[in-house]
């Protein structure tokens, strides 16, 4: 009865277009994307160089960054807490309850997927397309972009599982974000807050909004891998 | 959910051989049924009744059974008649509490009051005054960084209050935060951002070294923080312990209360001022 209650109110304020949720929501999609937008290319490039290049400690630098894959965000955000509080020893850069504290965060927790993800793929990509690509004379950076271009898919993969993550993660940006209103709070972090004063309608909504994304982003993915999956096959 | 009054190992102690003194003693008159109290976590967590109820047992032989929840929470207990007496801080809830016929013989017992912190350098100049809505008015003038609890707490509705009694709406000055968060966090966010905020006594005390925030503005009767006894109706739940809610009503409206009260202090610092005399 009062779950329906609650989900009816939920969806008017999303019909009415309730100014305050959709505020909630632009601030989560510019961190997250933020995150990404700055993060996606190292991170790639990272994966690239530990799939494909030899060098000491290779294996041990993989296992770690798959180890970092389960990396609590309450921890990320704790540390980056400590580094920008005033005491630390990023204090005089004022970063502390910003979007750009939750940017910073968000790329932390987002780097481990995103390189785990990309040295799986790049390790899958048959070998001989950057052999192919040196011989046509072809240097490093295109060859790698060649052999990137062939797992397209694996690495896009990677991209949006890092989504994922970041945009449905509350921890650190509580902790390092504040949960400011109009500022640095986010979907999460205001479901949060609705549910502790009890009113369940904004969070609901807020919740259905986090679900759609989530939803989103993965039936796009499934779609894309099913594309690449299809072009696989068709090769002999 | 009903724990003894006494709280830690020492008041625990004392509590022990009050209960064993009352069991070894041979008691003339039929041994008096427990009085259940129900009161907010203030008061119980602060220390307080660990040093007022073992007092009012020793003289009066009613042990007190204490629970502890929100004033919403403790009112309802007494509406149900399954406390005997509510020891609370909301006076339009207990006003509503007594004109429904829930409870009667509403006293006033003590307050404890709320200040303004800020940063040692208080870049709004509110130190030292008197009057709370100057100092709010003076914050959002200079556009000086604030930061409110922002979670419909007691607290936060009471800054609410004060910006309403300016017609000043807070979200308009550039430095106003609303945080959404408990007090210790916003106490801490506020050390962060060089900003301004309201507290209750307590907490800044609790948190003041690791801080550096500094009360600026306390005493005005505006920012106190009343709390007030009521006795459940006993004609309205028969089987409540009416005469140990009075006995308990009377001591701590006492003179010898109120002093007890007055005595309890936390590291040198008194957090509850006793106002039963009107």
């Known amino acids: 009865m009062e779950l329906w209650d609650t989900t009816r109110q939920a969806l008017v304020l999303l019909g009415t277009g309730d100014p305050e949720l959709w505020q909630i929501v632009g601030v989560s999609l510019r961190v997250s994307l933020s995150a990404l937008l700055l993060i996606t290319a190292p991170a790639i490039a990272a994966g690239f160089v530990l799939a494909h290049v030899a060098f000491p400690g290779r294996r041990a630098l993989v296992v770690l960054v798959q180890g970092l894959l389960s990396l609590p965000t309450v921890v990320v955000g704790l540390v980056l807490y400590m580094l920008l509080s005033r005491q630390g020893p990023l204090g005089d850069w004022h970063l502390l309850f910003t979007q750009k504290a939750m940017i910073l965060g968000q790329m932390m927790l987002a780097l481990p997927v995103l390189t785990a993800y990309t040295v799986t793929a790049v390790q899958g990509a048959d070998a001989r397309v950057f052999e192919t690509a040196v011989s046509l004379g072809a240097g490093g950076f295109r060859a790698a972009l060649s052999t990137l271009w062939e797992v397209r898919f694996g690495v896009m993969a990677a991209v949006f599982t890092g989504f994922g993550r970041i945009i449905s993660e509350i921890g650190c940006s509580l902790m390092v974000g504040g949960n400011i209103a109009g500022l640095t709070r986010n979907m999460p972090t205001a479901i949060a807050l609705e549910t502790s004063k009890g009113q369940f309608a904004q969070g609901v909504a807020l919740g259905i909004v986090l679900l759609i994304l989530a939803l989103g982003v993965n039936v796009a993915l499934a779609a894309l891998q099913g594309q690449g999956g299809m072009r696989k096959a068709w090769q002999p | ?278």
């Not at chain 2, 009903?2 to 039929?30: E, M, N, Q, R």
């Not at chain 2, 149900?80 to 809830?93: I, K, Q, T």
């Not at chain 2, 207990?94 to 829930?102: I, L, N, P, S």
């Open chain 2, 1 to 278: 959910m009903f724990s003894h009054a006494t709280k830690g190992v020492k008041s625990g102690a004392v509590g022990l051989l009050l209960a064993i003194a009352a069991g070894l003693g041979a008691a003339p008159a039929p041994a008096e049924p427990d009085l259940r109290l129900a009161t907010t976590t203030s008061t119980d967590n602060s220390g307080l009744l660990g040093v007022l109820l073992p007092k009012f047992e020793a003289k009066s032989g009613i042990k007190v059974r204490v629970i502890a929840v929100g004033t919403g929470k403790a009112l309802k207990l007494g509406e149900n008649g399954d406390v005997d007496v509510v020891l609370v801080h909301s006076r339009p809830d207990e006003d509503r509490f007594v004109a429904a016929g829930f409870g009667v013989n509403r006293r006033d017992v003590m307050y404890n009051d709320f200040v303004i912190v800020g940063p040692a350098a208080d870049p709004a100049g509110i130190r030292g005054m008197q009057d709370a809505l100057g100092a709010f008015r003076r914050i959002a003038q200079t556009g000086a960084a604030f930061v409110s609890r922002g979670d419909d707490s007691g607290t936060h509705k009471l800054e609410l209050a004060c910006w309403r009694a300016l017609g000043i709406r807070p979200e308009t000055n550039p430095g106003y935060r609303s945080a959404g968060r408990g007090m210790g966090e916003v106490l801490l966010m506020a050390a962060e951002l060089n900003a301004y905020t309201l507290t209750d006594r307590a907490t800044q005390r609790a948190l003041a070294k690791k801080t550096g925030l500094t009360i600026l503005v306390g005493g005005d009767p505006r920012l106190f923080n009343p709390y007030g006894i009521i006795a459940v109706n006993p004609q309205r739940h028969a089987d409540v312990n009416f005469r140990g809610a009075m006995a308990l009503v009377d001591w701590i409206t006492s003179p010898e209360g109120q002093q007890a009260i007055a005595d309890f202090k936390v590291d040198g610092e008194q957090l509850f001022f006793p106002d039963a005399q009107k």
